[in-house]
């Protein structure tokens, strides 16, 4: 158990309207993560965070921000949610306080439907 | 910005047979590579990973990978796949020193009994 908590698990929104998900790390991590998967695309990159206020775009950015405002929690937001964001979000945790380890621990998932 | 390729999105095998799946990444620094598996219904879990050392590493259930940087290529092989071995496969790479990483498609395998 890697101590990652992803809230909320389930969530259903309408479009157009902002959605914050939460990752919460109770080991002192300094790398997280935030991952999309859908079908056929394996998980693609959303941001990433190596320190606090330190973070960084990946592959699928447009329409996402993040937040990372004290080690422990790293929060994505869906500005103005659309049906294409429709997914199962995963949060994770570089191993080692410092990444070095490289192996990712991955949050539960949250699956967001977006009507 | 790096890449991952998993050419092989679907693979079906008889048990006993030989594996090996194919990822190719583009990047012109120093990457760590790594190979993932994903049981139906879990979380992605480490096969292996390479850093730096000899390119052949050996993981866990049997898993073995091949880095030939000039090919740009970490090659997952098993010599004699199980029907647990059923899963889906990503090969991930990441950049020494930013850490972004990077995931492939995948690769469901299905292994029939």
């Known amino acids: 158990d890697a101590g990652i908590t992803q809230s909320p698990r389930h969530k259903v929104t309408e479009t157009g309207t902002p959605v914050t998900l939460r990752c919460h790390q109770t080991?002192?991590?300094?790398?997280m993560y935030w991952y999309r998967q859908d079908p056929g695309h394996g998980l693609r990159l959303i941001h990433y965070s190596y320190g606090v206020k330190d973070t960084d775009k990946g592959e699928v950015s447009d329409g996402y921000s993040v937040s990372r405002s004290k080690t422990e929690d790293f929060l994505l937001t869906l500005e103005s949610a659309t049906s294409s964001q429709t997914s199962v979000y995963f949060c994770a945790i570089r191993g080692g306080a410092s990444g070095q380890d490289g192996e990712l621990f991955f949050g539960e998932g949250s699956r967001l439907t977006v009507l | 910005a790096q890449s991952v390729s998993q050419h092989n999105h679907h693979v079906i095998l008889s048990e006993a047979a030989s594996l090996e799946l194919g990822c190719n990444y583009s990047?012109?620094?120093?990457?760590?590579l790594f190979w993932y598996v994903q049981y139906p219904g879990q979380h992605l879990q480490l096969l292996l990973k390479?850093?730096?050392?000899?390119?052949l590493v050996k993981g866990i259930k049997g898993f073995e990978a091949e880095f030939i940087k000039s090919k740009f290529s970490f090659n997952l092989r098993k010599p004699s796949v199980q029907w647990s071995d059923t899963a889906e496969y990503f090969c991930?790479?990441?950049?020494?020193?930013?850490?972004?990483?990077?995931f492939g498609t995948g690769t469901r395998l299905k292994v029939l009994a």
């Open positions: 991930a790479v990441d950049t020494s020193g930013t850490y972004k990483y990077i």
């Open positions: 390479y850093f730096s050392g000899d390119p």
């Open positions: 990047y012109g620094g120093t990457v760590n």
């Open positions: 080991e002192n991590h300094r790398y």
